[in-house]
């Protein structure tokens, strides 16, 4: 491809101080997995900077500038630290190259209003750059577990040998170890016994306190709202505090009064705790999905003689059905993930698996943890996936998007 004709070549007084933020940035996580941040920014802003004068004065055709760079830092990879940092090499060179043609092109305006002054262009990126660094942030511990738990060793670091992308540094003795070890899997279980039951409980309850508030004449419905969606906003360890008390007197009236055996009260009482602090997440997607709701439908099927109860299964349900399938998944998440009230309400016949994970953090260091931590990751994703399709079709069904 040949050098692409110029809209409007920028100043490099502009171009030379954003290359070097990127490549301090790119830099500052290259630099703090050798040991110095402040070390692999500046290396990495130096680096930067060199390239976008090197572009700029000595190359006069686009194509050829970035096969050079792909080659030098590919090469400068593979002298500092084998195959991964020739992959790492090769993805900086490529976005420096990119970046400063975008600048300095002025490429970066191709896609805005023409009107749009200094300021207005700058805050446009800078959002995206904020939002984009908070993403990466957050994303990056995730994504380190997610390659650790195929680690050949029982290490939490990456040995040299999955730095250097050889087959005995991976294997899949974690995973292994995680459904054929009997703790692991009767913990696995608990929480399929557990998530499914609180959720179902979560769902029947705060769909039904939903379409309820929902209802205008309600009195006090502000109020008991606040009440409702309490559990989500005090802090955790003071609700299983609380919890603690309230199910140790039922406990001990349904095996005392009732004598039923203490390992199914335990899971009772585990359970009714779980429902708690999933019916906040029912009530709030719930409650979103019935502002749409045409309230004329349940008028219309009364006047037809319908009774509430078909009103409700054949006309409101499904029409709310994928806020209450989604309120159903956020309930489960919580349940399945949650740790602390179990600890409280529940006994170590009910031990979840957050809880077993909890248990292999504090007395022995397992690596099978990174393998369980990966496998809640992936089930999290599929059901984030789902709530995502059922929001598209809740807004499909009312009308606020197209089909």
């Not at 335990?266 to 705790?273: F, P």
Request: hydrophobic share 50%; with cysteine; glycine share 10%.
């Amino acid at each position: 491809m040949a050098s692409l004709t110029p809209i409007s070549r920028k100043p490099m007084s502009l171009v030379l101080p954003s290359v070097a933020l990127a490549g301090g940035f790119f830099g500052l996580f290259v630099g703090t997995a050798n040991g110095s941040g402040l070390l692999g920014v500046l290396i990495g802003a130096v680096m930067a900077v060199v390239g976008a004068l090197c572009y700029v004065n000595l190359f006069k055709n686009e194509r050829r500038a970035q096969t050079v760079t792909l080659a030098v830092f590919a090469g400068l990879g593979a002298m500092m630290g084998g195959l991964p940092a020739v992959f790492v090499g090769i993805f900086y060179g490529a976005f420096i190259h990119w970046f400063t043609y975008w600048l300095y092109e002025g490429r970066y305006r191709a896609k805005l209003l023409p009107y749009l002054t200094g300021g207005q262009v700058l805050w446009h990126y800078t959002f995206r750059v904020i939002c984009g660094a908070i993403f990466v942030f957050l994303i990056t511990p995730i994504l380190v577990v997610m390659p650790l738990s195929f680690n050949a060793q029982d290490f939490f670091t990456f040995t040299p040998e999955m730095l250097r992308f050889e087959a005995e540094g991976y294997s899949l003795k974690h995973y292994r170890d995680f459904f054929t070890n009997n703790e692991w899997q009767r913990s696995f279980k608990n929480s399929l016994i557990i998530a499914p039951i609180a959720t179902i409980i979560s769902v029947s309850l705060g769909t039904l306190a939903a379409i309820g508030l929902s209802q205008s004449h309600v009195p006090g419905r502000r109020a008991i709202m606040a009440v409702l969606i309490s559990p989500m906003i005090v802090p955790l360890i003071i609700s299983a505090t609380g919890m603690f008390f309230f199910y140790s007197d039922i406990g001990n009236w349904l095996e005392g009064s009732l004598g039923l055996n203490k390992t199914f009260v335990g899971y009772v009482k585990v359970i009714l705790a779980h429902a708690v602090l999933g019916i906040p997440f029912v009530i709030i997607t719930v409650t979103a999905t019935l502002v749409g709701f045409d309230h004329s439908l349940t008028r219309a099927a009364a006047n037809m003689g319908a009774s509430p109860v078909t009103t409700f299964f054949r006309v409101q349900m499904p029409l709310i059905l994928p806020g209450v399938i989604s309120g159903g998944l956020f309930a489960f998440i919580t349940s399945f993930d949650e740790v602390v009230v179990v600890l409280f309400v529940g006994s170590a016949s009910q031990k979840t698996l957050p809880w077993q994970m909890f248990t292999g953090l504090r007395e022995q260091i397992s690596p099978t943890i990174l393998a369980v931590a990966t496998i809640l990751v992936v089930i999290s994703i599929l059901l984030l996936a789902t709530v995502e399709m059922l929001r598209r079709r809740s807004e499909r069904l009312r009308g606020m998007s197209p089909s």
